[in-house]
Structure formats: structure tokens, C-alpha cells
């Protein structure tokens, strides 16, 4: 099962409905006014290229942080 984002094509109604992948292309009902609705485009989002911070050796046991 898979999250997929839907709008109504009669009343533009926009709802997310978990569904098998198998139908994730088929149309879904519009849980506002029953008509029609179509799948939206996804949009993914990742985070790359970030900094890791290790606090410096001992700091847990001196209570500092590691960070100037």
C-alpha cells in the first residue's frame, strides 16, 4: 500500500488516499462529491550533503556540548 495524492475533476476537491500500487493509475472517488478524481504528481524530498557533528571525546562526561 501507498500514499498517493488525488484531485476531483468536478470539484477540485485535492485528498490523499492509501491504495495498492497495482491501482494507483486508476481513478479514485472524490470523497467530497463522488466524482472523479485524478492522481497528482509526487514530489520527492531529500536532504544530501549534510554535516555530521560527533561532540568532542569526553564531552558527554564534562557536560559540555562539543560545540563552540
Known amino acids: 500500500m ?3 495524492e ?3 475533476t468536478d470539484c477540485g ?3 490523499e488516499q492509501r491504495r495498492p500500487m497495482s491501482e494507483a ?3 479514485a472517488e472524490c470523497p467530497v462529491c463522488g466524482g472523479e ?3 497528482l504528481p509526487s514530489v520527492f524530498a531529500s536532504k544530501d550533503g549534510y554535516t555530521l557533528r560527533v561532540p568532542r571525546a569526553g ?3 564534562s557536560g559540555q556540548s562539543g560545540q563552540g
Open 37 to 39: 478524481a485524478v492522481r
Open 6 to 8: 488525488y484531485r476531483c
Open 13 to 15: 476537491n485535492e485528498f
Open 59 to 61: 564531552a558527554f562526561r
Open 25 to 27: 493509475d486508476s481513478p
Open 2 to 4: 501507498a500514499l498517493y
